[in-house]
């Protein structure tokens, strides 16, 4: 990413690439501002809002980058897959975070934290502190909850 923004910005000078560069560095802040959202404050519906107005801000600079350097377009591809597949996650993980998404298990139906584990010796859920562990999570639990939970992620 930083790449890309350094050939446009090398190859039409920042005068000429101001309004480019301004929407770089606005998807760039939304890409914060998600990692927050979803990560720290745990709200999955307020994150996938943004990672999808993310998304197309960054279709919108591919396409603005295109114009200046072919080559910092193609550069960003791999950066729109990953916010891709980060949405998918987002709604998946997301919608199983308690009080983050609009209420979507009846009454007395609890959903299940991603950052939780379940202990067999205690036989009580415990929350998982190491990020490695909390990634694998996600990636890995994401499909096993959505396969035995179904999508809304609720259990009783």
């Not at 790449?3 to 606005?26: E, I, K, N, Q």
């Not at 009080?99 to 205690?122: E, F, H, M």
């Not at 990020?131 to 179904?150: D, K």
Request: with cysteine; net charge positive.
């Amino acid at each position: 990413m930083g790449m890309a923004a350094w050939l446009v910005w090398r190859t039409s000078g920042l005068r000429a690439a101001r309004v480019t560069l301004a929407l770089f560095l606005t998807q760039l802040a939304l890409n914060v501002l998600w990692s927050w959202l979803f990560f720290k404050w745990h709200r999955g519906a307020l994150a996938f809002a943004d990672v999808l107005l993310l998304w197309v801000l960054i279709l919108a600079t591919l396409m603005a980058f295109w114009r200046v350097r072919a080559l910092a377009a193609v550069l960003l591809i791999p950066y729109l897959l990953w916010v891709s597949f980060a949405s998918a996650l987002n709604y998946v993980v997301g919608s199983s975070i308690p009080g983050a998404w609009p209420r979507l298990c009846p009454r007395g139906v609890r959903t299940v934290r991603i950052d939780s584990a379940y202990d067999a010796r205690t036989g009580r859920w415990r929350r998982v502190r190491s990020r490695v562990a909390v990634f694998a999570l996600i990636v890995f639990g994401s499909w096993a909850a959505h396969r035995t939970l179904g999508t809304s992620g609720c259990h009783e």
